[in-house]
């Protein structure tokens, strides 16, 4: 879209300093004396790299919940050759047998010694391994992914590494799988995690995300671990898959978790349809306390939302040329353990840059651009997807309380 509009891709580019006109962008200039002039721009890093050169507000972490230094983990993907899909299942089902299996003693050494000889962790790794109809819970394999659905193969790796399997203990985990079938038996791996800081996030983003020393040596063990299973090569990516690193303030209409359980923006104003899980893998450092200091003695865990998306949460007053398309957009509390995912931000991204060039043409700023105008584009050019998010009131209401009790009382 970008190249079709004669828009430039800066990527890899250190940001000296940015110049505005009144509260506008009017250029970027890089670390090499590079300007770049433009009437619009959109931010698509991480932690809003751009955003915050400009004076944008960004909070630190979890800020919204009142916890400034906690983060969720990041991941160095890797890819393995040489391990078929059929391979990894026999692996997976064979390891799962063994580790229910009380009485395969020596499989139960190994499940102690991966467990940290913690008896109660045993016992509760034991019960993710196993359904509720009481059948074990292999992994899916389709077409083009592999789902790890227990804990089998981290517990082997555990065990084979010496390391206890409990992220808040030992920062460092093989945890159950995300794995995309790729040509050639190749399988591209989401599951190490690396437990940081919020300042941590916030300096790996900034400086290249990059894989710090300790985190190269946990994947040397993961290769040799993968080899032994009949890997022939384990090649990490060239950076990390950093989830989140904190959020823009000032955005025209932040996006709360409830909103996205109650449905989203109207249908007559939507883009697109988004679904996915409140997914804070690995965890934040310190909610369940906050949450209990707050008064708030109810479930964490809600219901996966189906909501309609639009732009608005993306857009900045305060600099009304300019959007963050990531997972550093106007999210609040928990909505952006939703919305850092890529495929939401994809459909975030398409609808800002129409916005963009709709701005240019009518001579307004993007921050004035509606969700209706955008839409209107989509179905006169007949690009609009199919639309149907739909209202949890049960599960929106719980969360709108939550939020009310934690999320507004630390921002404010």
Not at 155 to 176: C, M
Not at 301 to 310: A, C, M, Y
Not at 352 to 362: E, F, P
């Amino acid at each position: 879209m970008l190249l079709q509009a004669g828009g430039s891709l800066l990527s890899k580019v250190e940001i000296r300093s940015v110049n505005k006109q009144g509260s506008k962008i009017a250029s970027i200039v890089t670390s090499k004396g590079v300007v770049y002039a433009a009437k619009q721009f959109i931010d698509a890093t991480v932690n809003a790299e751009l955003a915050q050169a400009a004076g944008v507000k960004k909070l630190s972490g979890f800020e919204t919940f009142g916890l400034p230094n906690s983060e969720l983990p990041v991941t160095l993907v890797f890819e393995t050759q040489g391990l078929t899909p059929r391979r990894l299942k026999e692996l997976d089902y064979i390891y799962l047998k063994r580790f229910t299996n009380v009485a395969d003693l020596e499989a139960q050494n190994f499940f102690s010694h991966a467990a940290g000889k913690d008896a109660k962790l045993v016992e509760e790794l034991r019960k993710e391994m196993i359904d509720t109809r009481g059948n074990l819970k292999t992994l899916w394999a389709g077409n083009d992914y592999i789902d790890v659905r227990s804990p089998a193969l981290s517990v082997a790796y555990h065990s084979f590494r010496g390391t206890k399997l409990s992220f808040p203990q030992t920062s460092a985990i093989l945890d159950e799988g995300n794995i995309a079938i790729l040509p050639d038996t190749r399988l591209s791996w989401n599951a190490v995690l690396f437990a940081v800081s919020a300042t941590q996030a916030e300096f790996l983003a900034k400086n290249g995300s990059l894989p710090t020393p300790k985190m190269q040596q946990e994947i040397s063990f993961v290769t040799t671990w993968l080899k032994s299973l009949g890997a022939t090569s384990v090649t990490p990516a060239a950076e990390l898959y950093i989830r989140h690193a904190g959020n823009i303030t000032g955005a025209v209409e932040p996006l709360t978790g409830s909103q996205m359980l109650l449905g989203g923006v109207r249908a007559d104003e939507a883009l697109a349809t988004f679904s996915y899980h409140f997914d804070v893998r690995g965890g934040i450092p310190g909610i369940g306390e906050k949450a209990e200091a707050k008064g708030w003695l109810k479930t964490l865990s809600f219901q996966k939302p189906t909501f309609n998306v639009g732009i608005r949460h993306a857009l900045i007053k305060n600099v009304p040329n300019l959007a963050v398309v990531s997972p550093a957009s106007g999210f609040e509390g928990l909505a952006c353990s939703v919305g850092r995912i890529v495929e939401f931000n994809a459909a975030v991204g398409q609808g800002v840059g129409i916005a963009a060039i709709h701005a240019m043409l009518t001579n307004r700023n993007l921050a004035d651009i509606s969700n209706r105008e955008v839409r209107k584009i989509l179905v006169d050019t007949n690009q609009l997807p199919k639309i149907y998010g739909f209202a949890n009131s049960g599960e929106g209401t719980l969360m709108a309380q939550f939020e009310s009790l934690v999320v507004y009382d630390a921002i404010a």
